[in-house]
């Protein structure tokens, strides 16, 4: 769980991988990519060896209009840039083995669509304290593991291992043939986060703040838990949300 890389220093040029050749060796290399970014409309053989390639990774590939690659660069970016991950992403297969065999009981977190960086960060640090074993994300639709996402988790994205997966629905019923029960954090229910039993293997799953947890995995759920709201304001920041409901793992855990 400790194979992750030191951080990279904001701004500089070895954040970023520029141009179709250079993107296509980075990829064959193995280097851990958080995402592509390519011009809008861009064609050509290479670039299509490029998508090609890409069809056999995790690697997100976003068509973004020109000015936005020059904003990120001036230099002959080919229409083609990579933004390097500071961190490795792992597998939860390889993950959930490592935990049962080590006597430990599986608290998982995944997050479905959640897109801010400092919410990201925020989830992180308080995943890490509490000792969840992994944090799972989308390959889209998911917060960038960035400067500010580390920092926001005060570097607890380096010590707690994040999973990237094309398909959650997939990932939640892998976790659950091994043995998790998936409990989503949703208000579409009468049930409270204290309902279900935490000290059992868990999957905590956490929607974003606009739209919550989608529908499928809404379905495949064991237990639909709500966070108690008294007040007029009817939701929390989905950080403090995951908050509130990992440490009533916590607690259950520990009593």
């Known amino acids: 769980m400790d194979n992750f890389r030191r951080p990279q220093r904001a701004k500089e040029n070895n954040e970023f991988v520029f141009g179709i050749r250079a993107v296509i060796e980075a990829v064959k290399a193995g280097r851990d990519i958080e995402t592509i970014y390519q011009q809008r409309g861009l064609g050509g053989e290479l670039f299509?060896?490029?998508?090609?390639?890409?069809?056999?990774?995790?690697?997100?590939?976003?068509?973004?209009?020109?000015?936005?690659l020059n904003r990120m660069s001036q230099k002959n970016h080919q229409g083609v840039i990579a933004v390097i991950s500071p961190i490795t992403y792992q597998n939860i297969e390889d993950i959930i083995p490592t935990?049962?065999?080590?006597?430990?009981?599986?608290?998982?977190?995944?997050?479905?669509?959640?897109?801010?960086?400092?919410?990201?960060?925020?989830?992180?640090?308080?995943a890490a304290c509490v000792g969840v074993?992994?944090?799972?994300?989308?390959?889209?639709?998911?917060?960038?593991?960035?400067?500010d996402a580390i920092k926001t988790s005060a570097g607890a994205l380096f010590s707690i291992p994040i999973c990237r997966h094309a398909n959650l629905h997939k990932t939640c019923l892998f976790l659950q043939e091994s043995g998790l029960q998936i409990v989503a954090c949703?208000?579409?229910?009468?049930?409270?986060?204290?309902?279900?039993?935490?000290?059992?293997?868990?999957?905590?799953?956490?929607?974003?703040?606009?739209?919550?947890?989608?529908?499928?995995?809404?379905?495949?759920?064991?237990?639909?838990?709500?966070?108690?709201?008294?007040?007029?304001?009817?939701?929390?920041?989905?950080?403090?949300?995951?908050?509130?409901?990992?440490?009533?793992?916590?607690r259950q855990r520990t009593v």
Request: aromatic share 4%.
């Open 48 to 68: 299509l060896e490029l998508k090609a390639l890409l069809k056999d990774t995790l690697i997100p590939l976003n068509s973004v209009p020109i000015e936005k």
């Open 99 to 126: 935990v049962f065999e080590k006597g430990e009981v599986p608290l998982i977190l995944v997050l479905d669509s959640v897109t801010d960086v400092r919410n990201m960060g925020a989830i992180a640090r308080t």
């Open 133 to 147: 074993h992994a944090i799972i994300v989308p390959l889209k639709n998911a917060a960038q593991i960035n400067a």
């Open 186 to 250: 949703t208000e579409k229910t009468s049930y409270f986060i204290y309902a279900p039993d935490y000290t059992m293997p868990t999957a905590i799953v956490m929607g974003s703040e606009d739209e919550g947890i989608s529908n499928d995995l809404l379905r495949v759920a064991d237990h639909l838990a709500k966070i108690p709201m008294a007040g007029k304001i009817e939701s929390l920041n989905v950080s403090v949300a995951a908050g509130v409901i990992l440490y009533e793992a916590v």
